[in-house]
């Protein structure tokens, strides 16, 4: 056994590669992309390290702008697989956590570099064809992102083992402990980042814990890649244990386990609050008060001052909105937008999105790319068809959609009258950006607009040039954001750089990609050992 300590340097972000025409990386990738075409794949839950090609139903996928190709199938699970993935985590628990900080760190880093080599065009190719993302997007979320949190997650978890007692008075000495939940994790993963659907499981694993995953369903595809990286790197059977079960029957089994110990999870803010009360409803069957942590939705915003750079907001508007078709819980949707800079504003707007191409994401100049599946294409349609003809609304860019072959919606923008209208207040969660024209004295009322308007608390952006003003509206909006951003979009956070995550609606702010979040998965304990310890129950002042 070693008695070395040991120690890990601060990370470097992964570089993202640019896939250039003729660049090494874009010839690797459509290799990548035309080999998962070719054939049909069958995609495994994973129980106890094991492959499990069983379930109650076999369920086709297709990506969201081919629909009539078929990528691979997987069976959703039973309530059977819930309890057995429950009982592999509990298995692996005691031997996990027992298990050196330094070789659990060593099982991700290694992720970390073969997710960079020979992994990374897979993940991509995976990324981009079951959820419809382009490869820049691709690249920066399914490679870079995941390669940052499992490289800075580690040396945060270093950091955190670091920080001890402050004195040890003679003859004492104290120590502090970290040790992970007792119990099992229950991580819950969205669609739209495969980092995240990655990072939510493997954040608590690292600091000791068990988990069971349940990713979304038009994640599978990437998630089996992810499965199959974990595995690579080392990690044990059933310390991650992935599953397809429908969400209503992992609730009802997961939230009534004496066992249960935390949960993580990204998706909407009417699921994480209906799960929160669940929780709630069941808190004396557990041995422990769960960890309750989620990022959830967002109606993120940009504003400009009089004084800001129009050509700058343009290119935040297009970018911020349009980027991943609006699926980014850091998307912008609601813009505010100063009168005198409006004109200029909207011409290059349009300017530029009329050379966006959309189409599939095998042609790597198509900007845009389809929504997930159909029911959020509906979803959105109906949003820009219900705003079609209405009094103070002008739909000046887009509103087209077709699903006749893949979930295809033009980046739309709105503009209303109405600070109130329902696409200005209500998350959307596609390629819709709504503008609200404020007269140029109204500055400071359109701040209280922003902050007031919505019920979530994500990601924000204000522009202006003036150094008093950047400095009000951040005073302002101090709440209406847990990431905000000056003079720039509202998306791209990066990991070591801004932790990611909101308030109000948005979540409970514990900080993607920092050691905040980290401090969410440890139960420390607090050691006191007396080196000489006392032999008299007296205290002086009891002396006559």
Known sequence: ???????????????????????????????????????????????????????????????????????????????????????????????????????????????????????????????????????????????????????????????????????????????????????????????????????????????????????????????????ELFAAAGLPPGVINLIYTDGPVVGDIVFKHRDFAGLHFTGSTGVFRHLWKEIGANIEKYRSYPRIVGETGGKDFIIAHPDADAEQVAVACLRGAFEYQGQKCSAASRAYLPASLWPTIRERLLADLATLKMGTVEDFSNFINAVIDERAFDKIAAYIDGEKGKAGREIIAGGGHDKSKGYFIEPTVILTEDPHSTTMEEEIFGPVLTVYVYPDADWEKALELVDTTSPYALTGAVFATDRNVIDQATRALANAAGNFYVNDKPTGAVVGQQPFGGARGSGTNDKAGSALNLTRWISPRLIKENFAAPRDYRYPFLGE
């Open 1 to 227: 056994m070693s008695n070395a300590i040991y120690h890990i340097a601060v990370p470097a972000n992964e570089p993202v590669l640019s896939y250039a025409p003729n660049s090494p990386e874009r010839k690797s990738l459509q290799a990548a992309l035309h080999a998962a075409k070719s054939h049909v794949a069958e995609l495994p839950a994973y129980i106890d390290g094991k492959a499990v090609f069983a379930g109650q139903e076999k369920v086709s996928v297709h990506p969201p702008h081919e629909i009539a190709h078929t990528l691979g199938h997987f069976y959703r699970g039973t309530a059977g697989q819930v309890h057995e993935a429950i009982a592999a985590a509990l298995r692996a628990k005691a031997s996990w956590a027992a298990t050196p900080w330094q070789e659990r760190a060593a099982v991700f880093l290694r992720a970390a570099d073969l997710l960079a080599g020979p992994f990374r065009a897979r993940m991509n190719a995976a990324t981009m064809l079951g959820q419809s993302k382009n490869a820049y997007q691709a690249e920066i979320d399914a490679v870079a992102e995941l390669c940052d949190f499992f490289r800075f997650n580690a040396y945060f978890l270093q950091e955190i083992y670091r920080e001890q007692p402050l004195h040890s008075p003679s003859p004492t000495w104290n120590k502090l402990e970290y040790r992970p939940l007792e119990g099992f994790v229950l991580a819950i993963t969205p669609f739209n980042f495969t980092s995240i659907a990655a990072n939510l499981p493997a954040a608590p694993a690292l600091c000791g814990n068990t988990v069971v995953w349940k990713p979304a369903e038009t994640q599978i595809y990437s998630a089996v890649v992810i499965m």
